[in-house]
């Protein structure tokens, strides 16, 4: 594993999500152990947890702005990336696996320009790997928020993203 | 009455005070329990599990480290066969994600990993698999971060967090992706570090360590052309022994000075010259802002992490730093300039050399306004750690050499500039100065002990000419930050602050001789060297920067008087905000 991967994504919170936000942090700064609730509201507030909203926690906690980062990075409730408009999630189930769903996750990697749980710097799509949706009669499966594709190829994946 | 109870260590009846670890009360019974990650009041962690042992009764092996005996009749065992296979494969799990490559190591042979591997008789290639791969962090230029060598076990983050209170590193996502990195991943040289290399001192491999400029210096020596001078911090003299054997504590100048003399500098100087003028210059600066109604309390500026420190977390200090440069960018300045003239070689031609006890000073010598002839006051600098390995490359028989002295006229130095390297030094120094110039008579007791010890931080009031002087000093920037937000916040009336940014000042600076865990843990270190440095000064007759008579000669003939404008133009400097 190497660096940690940041998102390309621009931030774009709203003056009421940094209101919401500094309300919360507000009423727990002083609390012992303020670092892991204040997170999980940022995350619910943002849908996950930008430099920017690491920034304002540790200022209003009083905290090293690595110690939220090291937090952020550790649990896997958190992510440091936004969902896209689209959520691919390819299934990396046994099913889909052996049949070819790998090369399906790397086709659309190479595409894309991005890694799991990334999301493309527009903010349009983001990749997730997932393990078995049900239909592994149709393997290897892709879902597009709510859109299924099965039986798929790599020459389909062009095609089907170029739809969005 | 403290509570004391009686416990058992490999069955040797010992008597310990309720609640002291079992790494502890080992000790008393003789026993060494091998430690990684454990260092004492800044990382209990029981992290690494390196120092496990059997307790009777107890359902799994404890972390001695962490370990409080507070029953009874406690028994431990330190040393059974699964005591010993466990830390076995604790170290071959290590070693399994560490790149060993230990020949071209400059922590080769003072390596704690590689000592336990050894000790534990550990297989280096049992679980050869997967690595981690991570850049080398070479964007300062003092330090370089190598996670192909790192442990995880934390030490340079509670340095840099409990020591500094800077905390810029720390532990990064998990398992094992785990790695010590900064925030959003960024450099070292993009994040608020100050570079005093506190976290090298306490790595116990080779993930941290200086930027080496060796080649750079023995490049300069062997050029022609080049006229290469050195300069020697106050503190160096008591830690480079440490490198050849001597005991920590020894003062080892006469040889030092014969080792750089034999590895072919042109001058051997004293850094603690400059210190001297530090004292002309930083104790006259003091005097006018005092009379004149200028910004206080006056900080010292000898400490280039400090400065880097008030840059970064306290711009709106920056006024109150003293605008004298370092004694290192001092005597830079005056090697290319008034020395340069004396010997007629034109500063382009001069290298300067300076050793200091310091990674800070690699950054320092880069800064902006430092640079009095027109060229870089200072070309390279050496950590006491470089200029040993410059020693051994160069073949020199450390212990058997002659004492020598240093060259005049840069040479010469006062026991008041050799305190530099000591908390409290400067301020100590500083007062010989003041009290006699103030009141214009001689001292009958030189010794200002009330800011003398390794406490983090002390303060004393004196009265010098009828003024009362209110005077704090601090080490160790966690202390520093605690009288900064005094100050801020306008809770206190101080005229006159010293920082050393290292705990106990510069003789346990960040370029020091490294010792291992269990020594750091039982020896006072930064005690022993400042010791060294008071018990040479009071052996010295010049004792006092003003009565240095090559400081007289150099105001008399050169400078004028402090403070004059020749000695703004070469000897001080201007700070920059930088911001967190």
Known sequence: ?164 | MSNMINVKIDNVPVTVESGTTILEAAKQAGIKIPTLCFLKEINEIGACRVCVCEVKGARSLVASCVYPLDREGTEVFTNTPKVLQSRKTTVELLLSNHDQNCLGCVRNQNCELQKLSLELGCDNKKYAGEKTEYPQDLSTPYLIRDNSKCILCRRCVAACEKYQSVSVIGANARGFDTHIGTAFEKDLGDVPCVGCGQCIAVCPTGALRERDEIDDVLADIANPDKYVIVGTAPATRVGIGEEFGYPIGTNTEGKMVAALRRCGFNNVFDVDFTADLTIMEEGYEFLDRLNNGGKLPMLTSCSPAWIKFVEHYYPQLIDNLSTCKSPQQMFGALCKTYYAEKIGVPAEKISVVSIMPCTAKKFEKGRPYQNASGYPDIDHVLTTREMARMFKRKGIIYNELPDEQYDAPLGIGSGAGLLFGATGGVMEAALRTLAEVLEGKELTKLDFTEVRGIEGIKEAKYTLAGIEVKVAVASGLANARKLMDLIVAGKADYHFIEIMSCPGGCVNGGGQPIHDAYTRNNVNIRELRAKALYSTDVQMKLRKSHENPYIKEIYDNYLGKPNSHKAHELLHTKYVKRGI
């Open chain 1, 1 to 164: 594993m190497a660096k940690i991967k940041l998102t390309k994504v621009p931030f774009n919170g709203t003056p009421e999500q940094e209101t919401l936000l500094m309300n919360k942090l507000e009423t727990i700064k002083d609390l012992p152990g303020a670092l892991m609730p204040a997170m999980q509201t940022a995350q619910e507030i943002y849908g996950y947890l930008p430099i920017e909203v690491q920034r304002i926690i540790a200022d209003k906690l009083n905290l090293p702005i690595e110690k939220v980062f090291g937090v952020a990075t550790f649990y896997s409730q958190f992510t440091l990336n936004p969902r896209g408009k689209y959520k691919i999630s390819v299934c990396l189930g046994t099913a889909c696996y052996v049949k070819g769903s790998g090369d399906i996750l790397l086709a659309i990697q190479n595409k894309l320009g991005i890694g799991n749980d990334e999301c493309t710097p527009d903010g349009k799509f983001s990749l997730h790997e997932t393990r078995c949706v049900g239909c592994c009669g149709l393997a290897p499966v892709m879902t597009i928020n709510d859109d299924v594709y099965g039986k798929l190829t790599t020459a389909d994946i062009d095609g089907i993203l170029a739809k969005y």
